[in-house]
């Protein structure tokens, strides 16, 4: 009687052990599916607004800029020409050398590089009010369109024609939905016999504990 004792805790100790496991699974479902979901950046497009030089130019078009991770991406912007500086001018990429500084970007034109001495860059800057995933308009504090002194255009070269900003702010366009979280799938067979066996685990042990009472 001893030994069908101890046998019967036994056996119920390792049910209610795989019954426990049972029960954390959810659990960690549940935690890595919040995780996987804040983990998700959501990145915002911020559009250039009424963006205008003191010669008269204009600089239009958007970028996106992501708060989580302090990276700017799909950099589409536009300047038009003006009495200062005569030429028009695309940027789709940033200035390496500006983006260690805050509420301030730099932009080139990829295609200029790798050396961009006496090309044209563009620089804006929102100090005092950072950007964030809230999204919302942005007052300019100041822009300036000029040409880069040396190869990286980690100076300004104040010898050429350069324009200052006017007037303008940047306003949010769209946000970008972040990846969907991915969706438990139906169990396979092989997980459905799994559920059998715990079933019939936690039948056992309602059968020992009626046997040992």
């Not at 789709?92 to 730099?106: D, R």
């Not at 295609?111 to 942005?138: H, K, Q, R, S």
């Not at 369109?145 to 006017?166: F, G, I, K």
Request: net charge negative; glycine share 8%; aromatic share 10%.
């Amino acid at each position: 009687m001893r030994n069908y004792l101890f046998g019967g805790f036994r056996k119920m100790k390792r049910s209610f052990a795989v019954i426990g496991m049972l029960f954390k699974i959810p659990t960690l479902l549940i935690f890595c599916t919040l995780f996987s979901i804040s983990a998700n950046a959501t990145p915002v497009v911020w559009n250039l607004s009424g963006v205008t030089f003191d010669d008269g130019g204009t600089a239009s078009g958007s970028f996106t800029y992501d708060e989580d991770t302090g990276i700017y991406s799909a950099i589409s912007i536009s300047t038009t020409a003006g009495s200062v500086i005569n030429t028009a001018m695309d940027y789709n990429v940033t200035n390496a050398t500006c983006l260690a500084l805050s509420e301030i970007i730099c932009f080139l034109n990829a295609a200029d590089g790798p050396d961009y001495t006496n090309d044209l860059g563009l620089t804006l800057a929102w100090v005092g009010t950072p950007l964030t995933n809230a999204g919302g308009t942005v007052a300019l504090t100041g822009a300036r369109e000029y040409h880069c002194e040396n190869a990286n255009c980690a100076t300004v070269d104040l010898t050429a024609p350069l324009r200052l900003l006017a007037t303008g702010s940047i306003t949010t366009g769209s946000v970008v939905p972040p990846p969907a979280p991915m969706v438990p799938t139906i169990p396979a067979t092989s997980e459905w016999a799994l559920i059998l066996l715990i079933m019939s685990l936690c039948l056992m042990v309602f059968t020992n504990r009626k046997r040992l009472f």
